[in-house]
Structure formats: structure tokens, C-alpha cells
């Protein structure tokens, strides 16, 4: 306990000095003084910009460089060609009719040019091929033939 107290006399006799010395420390030349804050010397006009933008406000932003550039949104890529035969071309004059078979559990699905196969829209049918088109993409198939032409 005794040391504690010694200990914390110290403290305070030194902190005392500390302070003591620094309060009674005189400039030797008055045309050499250096402040301790170099913003002291500034007027509070030249600062504004402190009072403007508080340096721990949530709404602070810089200074705008250059007008931004927003990259487009990210876009998901577009599915795989629907996985289909090409069984059926039917025509009759001006339209013309397909019918397909979807999927590995073979659900018949009749189509013609504007109508939409899983996603993919019918823009062409021409002889024994379909045509299914989908965000500038296009894939052909031809008649009873699993191979897909991208």
C-alpha cells in the first residue's frame, strides 16, 4: 500500500512539473513563435469549408471531379436454347406451324412465328428447320435432329 502511495505521489509531483514548466516557458524571440495549431493563424472565412461539409457527417461527399459513369445494371446471362425435337412443319400458304417436343419427359408443344418456346421467341420457320431468337441469340433446329445450331 505504501508504495502505492509513493507511486502516485511521484505521478503527481512530476505531472505538477510538467505543466509547471511549460506555463512558465517564455518565447525567446517573438518574431519566431510557432503555434502548436497552424489553423490558429487562419482566418474562419478561409475555413468555410470546414462549417460546410463537418468532417463526421454521414452526408459528407467530396469535391466532384468529374461527372460520373454509371455502369448499365449487371445483366444475367440468357438461358441455354430450350432442349427440344423439332418433330412437325406444318404450311399452309402464307403461316406456318411447328410442333416440338420439350424436355426429356417429351411435352408437345405446337408453335408458330411469334409465339415463345421456354423464354425463346419462334422467328423463323422455313422448310424442315425453326429458328428461336432471345436477346440477339439464335438457335436452329432442323426436323427430328437433337443438334442445336447457335
Known sequence: MTHLRLALALLLLWTTAALGANALAQPQD??????????????????SAIVDRPLFSPSRRGA???????????????????S????????????????????PEKRVVRAQIGDEIDGWRVTQIEGRRLVLSLNGRSATFTLFSRDVDQ
Do not use: C, F, Y
Open 30 to 47: 517573438s518574431s519566431r513563435v510557432t503555434l502548436s495549431n497552424p489553423l490558429a493563424a487562419q482566418k474562419m472565412e478561409r475555413l
Open 64 to 82: 466532384p471531379t468529374s461527372p460520373m459513369v454509371r455502369n448499365p445494371e449487371p445483366q444475367t446471362p440468357s438461358p441455354p436454347p430450350p
Open 84 to 103: 427440344l425435337v423439332l418433330s412437325g412443319v406444318v404450311m399452309d400458304g402464307q403461316s406456318a406451324h411447328v410442333v416440338v417436343l420439350i424436355g
